[in-house]
């Protein structure tokens, strides 16, 4: 289901001439990883541009890099920005923190441009959509405790936070549509089935990390009939309460990923809007 609706969006999305795809391969020494990049390009311009580090979602057991190819491609061509989607390891194969050291290899590779992708390494923003939404709340913490990598802003779209929001399904959440509770249980299972230590688990776990200060601006975009609705609510309302700038949107009647599954859809379209006000505020402004 999750590669068709991506194909669909990929077949049905416009041409981008200004918009150069590669992939890459890096390898971190000190993390031992090999991670795959997929990197946007916008070729209109010669200046440094600021970068956006993209983690997809798919409930930290499936999905791809190239997922979001028809958004990131938009994003690219219309912000002027250079983006780096991840390809990171995927439980249960890869439990956490593969996933982590993943993106975490990523991001430092971003904040020492060589100058090949004429990067401004001051303009880093971390975005991610569900699961990639977690992984992002949860990389720009391990980022700000374990290196001085500036972040500029965080854009989290309906992220997958809290493993407790796994009660047996009842008749209220059967028929969430696209994620509901026996997903949600499942994937954290297998996203957390091997043990790690306290201080790692907080960053597999954002919404139960006590210290959010000192964190970057942050976009919070959810759906009111969403399983995540509450978490993103009170993980949004944290932030604040730690001093972190946050604008929480919520948009009626919508589902998770709603913005992918019906991009026609009337608050599709706003929720795209706002993404792309989002990102101009966190790295332009």
């Keep these: 289901m999750v590669n068709a609706m991506s194909d669909a969006s990929i077949a049905a999305m416009p041409p981008y001439p200004n918009v150069n795809i590669n992939s890459i391969n890096l390898h971190d020494d000190e993390l031992d990883n090999d991670v795959q990049l997929q990197i946007y390009t916008n070729t209109t311009s010669n200046e440094k541009q600021p970068v956006i580090l993209y983690l997809h979602g798919g409930g930290f057991v499936m999905g791809a890099a190239h997922h979001a190819q028809a958004n990131l491609s938009r994003w690219c061509d219309e912000l002027g920005v250079t983006i780096a989607s991840v390809e990171y390891r995927l439980a249960p194969e890869h439990p956490f923190p593969a996933a982590l050291n993943d993106c975490f290899a990523a991001l ?87 043990d790690v230590s306290d201080d790692m688990r907080k960053y597999a776990i954002p919404f139960l ?35 972190v700038h946050v604008d929480f949107k919520c948009y009626s009647g919508g589902f998770h990923g709603f913005a992918v599954a019906n991009p026609a859809a009337g608050i599709s379209k706003q929720f795209n809007k706002d993404l792309l006000s989002a990102l101009k505020f966190g790295l332009f402004e």
């Design 108 to 194: 430092k590779w971003l904040s020492k441009d060589t100058g090949d992708q004429n990067i401004d390494t001051q303009r880093i923003a971390i975005v991610g959509d569900s699961a990639g939404g977690g992984l992002a709340a949860g990389l720009s913490l391990y980022a700000r405790d374990h290196s001085d990598i500036p972040i500029s802003f965080q854009l989290l779209m309906w992220p997958m936070l809290d493993p407790t929001n796994t009660k047996p399904v009842d008749s209220s959440e059967s028929n969430k549509i696209l994620w509901n509770q026996a997903n949600n249980k499942f994937a954290w299972d297998a996203y957390l089935k091997t």
């Design 209 to 243: 990390y006590d210290d959010l200060s000192r964190l970057p601006p942050t976009f919070i975009g959810v759906g009111d009939q969403d399983l995540f609705f509450e978490e993103n609510q009170d993980y949004a309302t944290r932030l604040k309460e730690c001093g």
